[in-house]
């Protein structure tokens, strides 16, 4: 059986030029120029960026839409991506220095009464979505959490 198939290369000489030294190091140093670009663009694929949609509409939800929403004493809405963008600066200055989210001794707020500061993790990730330039990210995360939602808060627009 063997013997009656032919190797179609039989009697090519595969010939290995002599490669000078500085082309091995050359082509070592692209190689590695790619390898390493592979591993950077796999870090960012494992550490996705901050958008509204995934890490800040849980933070506005859960601390700042009890005021800023229609009807409240909070001068503009924080409900949508629409509504919040123009003023993820702000927020960032406003959650930095503290002056949001406010602690009133009214007794007016008396029902505010607990602890109602920002968590660092939450003033990183308000800090960081202004940062990267206020992304919406995929709208699929909001419906997704929607199912698990347990507060009354819902991002309406009415
Ligand atoms: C208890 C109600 C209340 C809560 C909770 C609250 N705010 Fe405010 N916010 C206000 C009021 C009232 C103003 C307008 C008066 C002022 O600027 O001091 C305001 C103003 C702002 C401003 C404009 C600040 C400026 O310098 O002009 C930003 C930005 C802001 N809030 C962001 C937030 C964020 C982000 C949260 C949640 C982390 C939050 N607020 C939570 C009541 C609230």
């Not at 509409?57 to 009890?66: A, E, G, I, R």
């Not at 809405?77 to 989210?101: C, D, H, N, Q």
């Not at 419906?143 to 009354?152: S, Y």
Request: net charge positive; aromatic share 10%; proline share 9%.
């Amino acid at each position: 059986m063997l013997r009656s198939c032919s190797w179609p290369f039989r009697g090519v000489k595969i010939v290995i030029p002599s490669v000078p030294m500085e082309v091995w190091l050359m082509l070592r140093f692209y190689f590695g120029i790619l390898t390493l670009g592979t591993v950077v663009m796999a870090a960012d694929v494992s550490a996705p960026a901050v958008t509204f949609n995934k890490d800040v509409l849980p933070v506005l939800q859960k601390n700042c839409q009890t005021c800023h929403r229609p009807g409240e004493i909070g001068p503009m809405a924080l409900l949508t991506y629409e509504g919040t963008r123009p003023w993820a600066k702000a927020i960032k200055a406003a959650v930095l220095s503290k002056k949001m989210p406010p602690w009133f001794a009214d007794p007016q707020y008396g029902h505010f009464s607990n602890d109602r500061s920002l968590s660092q993790a939450e003033v990183n990730t308000l800090t960081a979505w202004a940062d990267a330039g206020a992304p919406e990210g995929d709208p699929k995360d909001v419906l997704r959490r929607c199912a698990g939602w347990k507060a009354g808060i819902f991002p309406s627009r009415t």
